[in-house]
């Protein structure tokens, strides 16, 4: 799978950023939570320890004042006086009793008194109280023992009632005073953090918040802690807890006098809510910066990326053989100097390449003028032959008889001379270095111009030639004298090859191929080849010709002259039996035929006028 740079640059960023903000988040939401936690355990240990203490004053001096009421209640007017005197400066005191114990060591109530007044503002009577007490007796025995109690004394639906009762040292006497505990409900107060509220030693609830919690007496016993404040050996305590699906934070304090405990809860939400909306916020600030980030880096990488897909693109094209095209420099950094290489790679590869066309060029004219030097001698006696001819018509003619006959050898002497420059013509022709350009070709006549330059050549050495040229052939497209030379090596080779041998048939046969191509066929039945030498023979300077009689390039620039007509050349031998050389040329395409080959010079030498 390809995966783009631009794509991990922008992965690596994000990948990277996410990691960062994520551990960063974590840690200090987490340092966060631990302090505050721990910021709310001291609190709220402080708290209840100082809500404990405030209660313990409150009760004590209650537990005080009731004593030293109860001690001076000697005869009942002076105590109503007493009485009066204490509900003036206690507001919350709503009645008071006096028990003593009698000659049989029970006790009985001694005095009672309430102030209708205040039970009247607060629309309360006395009933209220009497049911209040009767549903909640005191349990005096154990007043007498303990000293101090704190009960709740309170009656359905609304009454919230607070009960103190104190034993005198002796405990003969046990003073009670039922309270509104508004008094020390304002001690406890309470926030939108935390909830504080007083429980007695069963678990139940005597000052509470909430109304409704005291007057149902309620029993919160089952409170993790509230357990620990019945229950632990120390006085003051934290904890964490859970009750009805919430998670809270807990601290108790115990209260010196009347086996009291003040408790204190803080939902855990509630508490944690600044961390947690600092996580969320941070979390939304890491997804902005990682968002950001990440337009930022696809915008950055696209610039760092765009050149190099400019680059591929030239590449592409200068693959396909489009030699010097550049690409823009548009930067100074690494990139830019990437495309800079990239351009003076581009640049020098054209230069080789045409020197690589121009060294092709003189490697073919070369092998061309090779083939014409084995040519000159047959050529010198196919010209030598008219010549021979001339003079000897001229002669004739000199002493003609008649106008008529000096005609006939000025018909003759025309004829020879017209034979002797047709044949030069067609020699300067193939040797003259020409301008490689494309034209529509008949095969047939091709094979014959060929035919026509080593037909001496081959005569000599005593080579019959056999052609079988198809009729009706379709055109190809390509340069005549490239193909010429092409098909005069194959003929020289074939005739080099049949020296010495028995017998001396060299066939040219052309035939058209079901493609629409054309194939040109030149078998001899020379002394064939190995499969060795059928391995190496398109290949540069390879011959197994003596030095001076071949060059080895022959069928190399064949190769290179036929791939260029888009063709191929291929070859049939084994030794003894002859070879036989096939050269197939593609149909003419009119959409892709080249009127010139890239290839090849397209220049005309100076002093060479064009065909
Ligand atoms: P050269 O003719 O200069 O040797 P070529 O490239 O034309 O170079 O041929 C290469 C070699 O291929 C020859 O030396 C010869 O061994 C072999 N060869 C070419 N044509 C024939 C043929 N018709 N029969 C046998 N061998 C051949
Ligand atoms: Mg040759």
């Known amino acids: 799978m390809k995966i783009s740079i631009r794509f991990q640059i922008v992965a690596l960023v994000a990948a990277l950023l996410a990691v960062a903000m994520g551990v960063y988040v974590f840690w200090a939401a987490r340092l966060v939570t631990r302090d505050r936690m721990a910021s709310i355990y001291d609190l709220n240990s402080v708290l209840a320890g100082s809500l404990s203490d405030q209660v313990d004053i409150g009760m004590t001096g209650l537990a005080e004042k009731l004593r030293y009421f109860g001690a001076e209640a000697r005869e009942q007017e002076g105590t109503v006086q007493h009485a009066r005197a204490l509900f003036s400066t206690d507001a919350d005191v709503l009645a008071l009793e006096i028990w003593r114990r009698d000659a049989s060591g029970a006790f009985a109530r001694a005095f009672a008194y309430t102030d209708p007044d205040r039970l009247g503002s607060l629309n309360l009577a006395e009933k209220d109280l009497e049911d209040a007490r009767q549903q909640t007796p005191v349990p005096i025995e154990q007043v007498a023992t303990e000293k101090v109690l704190v009960q709740n004394a309170s009656l359905a639906p609304d009454l919230a009632l607070l009960r103190v009762a104190a034993a005198s040292d002796d405990g003969r006497m046990v003073v009670i005073a039922d309270l509104r505990p508004d008094r020390v409900l304002r001690i406890f107060g309470t926030t939108a953090l935390y909830r ?4 007695d030693a069963r678990g139940t609830v005597l000052v509470d918040p909430d109304p409704a919690r005291v007057i149902s007496h309620a029993d919160v016993s089952t409170i993790p802690v509230v357990k620990d404040a019945l229950e632990a050996k120390v006085p003051r305590g934290a904890r964490e807890f859970q009750t009805g699906g919430a998670d809270l934070i807990g601290a108790f304090a115990r209260v010196k006098t009347g086996r009291l405990a003040v408790v204190i809860e803080v939902p855990k939400e509630e508490a944690l809510r600044a961390p947690k909306q600092l996580s969320r916020r941070s979390a939304y600030f890491a997804l902005g910066v990682i968002s950001v980030a990440l337009l930022v880096s696809i915008y950055f990488s696209r610039r760092l990326t765009a050149p190099l897909r400019s680059l591929e693109g030239t590449m592409a094209r200068i693959s396909q053989g489009e030699f010097g095209i550049a690409v823009p420099v548009t930067s100074g950094n690494e990139i830019g100097s990437l495309a800079t290489a990239f351009n003076k790679m581009s640049r020098e590869l054209s230069e080789r390449e045409a020197q690589l066309h121009e060294k092709n060029a003189q490697l073919i004219q070369s092998e061309k003028l090779s083939a014409l030097g084995e040519l000159s001698a047959g050529l010198a006696h196919e010209v030598k032959n008219p010549m021979v001819g001339i003079v000897g018509f001229a002669q004739v003619g000199r002493g003609a008889a008649s106008m008529k006959e000096a005609q006939e050898c000025f018909e003759l002497i025309e004829s020879n001379a017209e034979r002797a420059n047709g044949i030069l013509q067609n020699l300067l022709e193939f040797a003259r270095p020409q301008r490689v350009e494309f034209a529509l070709l008949d095969p047939n006549a091709v094979v014959k111009g060929a035919l026509r330059l080593v037909a ?5 050495g005593g080579v019959k030639v056999e052609t079988l040229l198809a009729e009706g052939l379709p055109q190809i497209v390509g340069n005549g004298n490239q193909l010429r030379q092409v098909l005069i090596n194959l003929m020289m080779n074939a005739g080099q090859a049949m020296e010495g041998a028995a017998e001396k048939v060299l066939r040219v046969a052309t035939e058209a191929q079901s493609d629409g191509g054309v194939l040109i066929r030149v078998a001899d039945s020379g002394q064939g080849m190995t499969e060795e030498v059928r391995q190496k023979l398109f290949k540069p300077f390879f011959t197994t010709k003596p030095s001076g009689k071949g060059t080895g390039l022959g069928l190399s620039v064949s190769n290179s002259i036929i791939a260029q007509h888009r063709g191929e050349i291929r070859v049939e031998s084994s030794p ?36």
């Open 196 to 199: 504080a509220y007083l429980v």
């Open 456 to 460: 001496h050549q081959l005569s000599i």
């Open 576 to 611: 003894g039996k002859g070879a036989t050389f096939l050269i197939r040329l593609p149909r003419f395409d009119s959409t892709s035929a080249p009127q010139t080959t890239p290839g090849l010079p397209t220049k005309v030498p100076a002093g060479v006028s064009r065909a």
